[in-house]
């Protein structure tokens, strides 16, 4: 080829390859660029993570925080949650819905990490209309959450039935069979609803597989599927309303200048991964969950604070390493109060356990604590902190993985001086006793992390919100 012909044909490609680039350049300026630009900074999100084994106080600290954010997001778990706020004399038990329903004005989502009976949705959402809260347009369900059939409880009660002693002792709400089916890719989700004659073939398909194994593993038979879909079905008119694409809805909400608060489920030791499995739920707890189950990019979630008690419970089998018994367990029981919000099982007590927050810790990359029911020790003269265990004949400060190790932790203890006054309802640090203060100011130093809330009752207004502790952006 002659070297002109050469020359033409270089021309062309660079012609060729200005154009495209003007056209890549156009695209990424007009088109790509505002879908990936960053959202408003000024407006910080929040996640609230539990830092134990779930009940921490988290449906309190949700709802003090609500005021500054738009958007709260549930994304992970299902009617397992219990969320306890009290507004006056007046108690909600919140389960599925965001604790943000009980303020006006604010938009609740209940994301794809979820999973939903919708039998249990309306029924909540009418106890709540008894009390005067209407669920209405503020509502927002993702499609793709996935809804527990009554196969799920029926599954779930035979499945624990069949472990005897190994039972996980859970809340047989049907969450973690559903999370089988989500994993084995034979789900069905609350999108499906809109076409009811799809929805009736998966539940068909489903029924069928599970025939085969329920009567010969748990000795009872399933129903006929058109029994469990037409459970579902009557409730498809109320439900349909809610359903929303809510990855779209959160990134233009954000684009626009909304802020998010997510609320997390149960407790990082309950977490799938990272919890003391098997004794655990079947969803990612911790922060990283609330990327995957609302459908948001994790750097938007700017801040993190870790919700646990001054001590420690547990519902459910499961280790639990400084769990007491006798009358000092019974004692923190009555004056906490500490019986199931959805099951009304009395939880196990013990006292607070470092190894395990400073776990929840790592886990989430908490910028800040809040500390609950600091008012509950208030009877005790001391008070016993559990900095590291002893496993065979060594002293270990990690949280073991292993299941097996954890069950043969044994605490080792630190004692502080009980303050043995009255604290409920005080709302400044310097209020409290100085043995109150010790006890936190300590904490801190062990954890090497802020307690930016300390909570001092159920109640709104009985809570101490600390300067310079990690959530200065989200209190007035
Ligand atoms: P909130 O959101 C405390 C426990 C159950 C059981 C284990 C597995 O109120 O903190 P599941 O039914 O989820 O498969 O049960 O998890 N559990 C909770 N414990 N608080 C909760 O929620 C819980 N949700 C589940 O007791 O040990
Ligand atoms: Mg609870």
């Not at 778990?77 to 004399?89: E, S």
């Not at 604010?106 to 029924?123: H, S, W």
């Not at 076409?195 to 194994?213: G, H, M, T």
Request: proline share 5%; with cysteine.
């Amino acid at each position: 080829m002659g070297s002109r012909a050469v020359r033409f044909i270089y021309a062309v490609l660079i012609n060729v390859g200005d154009f495209q680039l003007k056209v890549a350049t156009y695209w990424s300026l007009t088109v790509v660029a505002p879908i990936i630009s960053k959202p408003d900074q000024s407006k910080l999100n929040l996640c609230v993570v539990g830092a134990q084994w779930g009940d921490e106080g988290k449906g309190k600290i949700v709802d003090l925080l609500t005021p500054p954010f738009d958007i709260v997001v549930r994304y992970q778990g299902g009617h397992n949650a219990g969320h306890t706020v009290r507004i006056g004399n007046q108690k909600y038990i919140l389960h599925l819905l965001p604790s943000a329903v009980l303020h006006k004005g604010k938009t609740c989502v209940i994301g794809n990490g979820v999973v939903i009976d919708p039998r249990a949705l309306l029924k909540e959402i009418d106890d709540l209309k008894q009390l005067d809260v209407t669920v209405g347009s503020n509502l927002h369900i993702s499609s793709s959450a996935h809804l527990i059939l009554s196969y799920h409880g029926e599954w779930e009660q035979g499945s624990e039935a069949l472990r005897g002693d190994r039972k996980i002792g859970t809340t047989c709400r049907g969450i973690g069979p559903c999370y089988e089916d989500k994993y084995g890719r034979r789900g069905i989700r609350i999108g499906d609803l809109l076409n009811p004659e799809f929805f009736r073939r998966l539940v068909a398909e489903n029924v069928a597989e599970k025939s085969k194994f329920f009567p010969s593993l748990y000795h009872f038979e399933a129903r006929a599927p058109e029994a469990y879909a037409e459970e579902i079905l009557s409730c498809a008119e109320r439900v349909i309303p809610f359903i929303t694409n809510v990855p779209e809805l959160l990134a233009e909400r954000m684009r626009n200048g909304s802020s998010i608060l997510f609320e997390g489920a149960q407790g990082s030791l309950l977490d799938i991964d990272h919890g003391t499995y098997p004794y655990v739920t079947s969803s990612n707890c911790v922060a990283g969950g609330a990327a995957t189950g609302a459908g948001v990019p994790p750097h938007v979630l700017h801040r993190i604070l870790g919700v646990t008690k001054a001590y420690c419970t547990r519902v459910g089998q499961g280790p639990f390493p400084t769990a007491l018994s006798g009358a000092i367990e019974e004692d923190i029981r009555q004056r906490g109060q500490e019986f199931g919000a959805s099951t009304g099982r009395p939880r196990r007590c013990g006292w607070i356990d470092l190894p395990a927050l400073h776990h929840a810790a790592i886990l989430n990359g908490f910028h800040s604590l809040a500390l609950m029911k600091l008012d509950i020790l208030s009877y005790f003269d001391e008070i016993q902190v559990c900095t590291g265990y002893r496993y065979k004949n060594s002293i270990i400060k990690e949280f073991p993985s292993e299941v097996w190790k954890l069950e043969e932790c044994r605490p080792v203890y630190v004692t502080r001086k009980g303050w043995k006054t009255q604290i409920g309802g005080f709302r400044s640090f310097e209020e409290l006793p100085i043995q109150a203060r010790e006890f936190v100011l300590r904490l801190e130093d062990d954890l090497q992390l802020p307690f930016g809330i300390i909570s001092t009752g159920s109640e709104r207004h009985e809570t101490i919100f600390c300067k310079g502790k990690g959530i200065d952006e989200f209190i007035s």
